[in-house]
Nanobody, 117 residues
Framework: QVQVAESGGGLVQAGGSLRLSCAAS????????MGWYRQAPGKQRELVAA???????NYADSVKGRFTITRDNAKNTVYLQMNSLKPEDTAVYYC???????????WGQGTQVTVSS
């Protein structure tokens, strides 16, 4: 099994920056990819960014050029650097790990990001 736990988030003004962290524990070797999803009130959860164990990254079109996902293998941690934040980035952000040959998912409890205009 794999467990993930987020930290970071908070309130920031439009144009500001935040960094989210997600630490993984458990069967780290079985992780195929880690990513960040977000869910705004009344909307479906959507993929924001992901990084595979091989280092490939994927971003939602709405965050390309503003958000960067990176990982620190020594700390089993993935980061989401969010720059030039917009009010529409306001959501609960969830960390996700896909593991066991992509058959399983582990989710964090979520962290609130609020961008004021």
């Amino acid at each position: 099994q794999v467990q993930v736990a987020e930290s970071g988030g908070g309130l920031v003004q439009a144009g500001g920056s935040l960094r989210l962290s997600c630490a993984a524990s458990g069967s780290i070797f079985s992780i195929n990819a880690m990513g960040w999803y977000r869910q705004a009130p009344g909307k479906q959860r959507e993929l924001v960014a992901a990084i595979t164990s091989g280092g490939s990254t994927n971003y939602a079109d709405s965050v390309k050029g503003r958000f960067t996902i990176t990982r620190d293998n020594a700390k089993n941690t993935v980061y989401l650097q969010m720059n030039s934040l917009k009010p529409e980035d306001t959501a609960v952000y969830y960390c996700n790990a896909k593991f066991g040959n992509w058959r399983h998912d582990s989710w964090g409890q979520g962290t609130q990001v609020t961008v004021s205009s």
